[in-house]
Nanobody
Framework: QSQPVESGGGEVQPGGSLRLSCAAS????????VAWFRQAPGKAREGVAC????????KYTDSVKGRFAISRDNAKNMIYLLMASLKPEDTAIYYC??????????????????WGQGTQVTVSG
């Protein structure tokens, strides 16, 4: 099966902005939750943001709330993560995740069935 594919990562200075994109296959079945996770070197994987497809409810981890925004375009099978006011601690590999649960989560990663390969975000100045 096709996996989601992330793009848009890069290196930015603190305070900068970046938009990550995730392209999902039109044949990926039963997707009701979409999320972004990240993993920094030496740290556990951390949920960043998610959206429940059924009602568009979003969740964010506290460290990014007010700075990041998750959005989706169902017609294009795209999921986006808008990242602003970036901080060095945002440096990580960011992963797009898709899953079948009706209510999305930024706490439980095993609920997501499909994962992208990751895209590197580096914030340094």
């Amino acid at each position: 099966q096709s996996q989601p594919v992330e793009s848009g990562g890069g290196e930015v200075q603190p305070g900068g902005s970046l938009r990550l994109s995730c392209a999902a296959s039109t044949f990926t079945p039963s997707i009701y939750s979409v999320a972004w996770f990240r993993q920094a070197p030496g740290k556990a994987r951390e949920g960043v943001a998610c959206v429940s497809v059924s009602n568009n409810a979003t969740k964010y981890t506290d460290s990014v709330k007010g700075r990041f925004a998750i959005s989706r375009d169902n017609a294009k099978n795209m999921i986006y993560l808008l990242m602003a006011s970036l901080k060095p601690e945002d440096t990580a590999i960011y992963y797009c995740a898709l899953g079948p649960t009706p209510l999305c989560s930024v706490e439980v990663d095993f609920l997501y069935s499909y994962w992208g390969q990751g895209t590197q975000v580096t914030v340094s100045g």
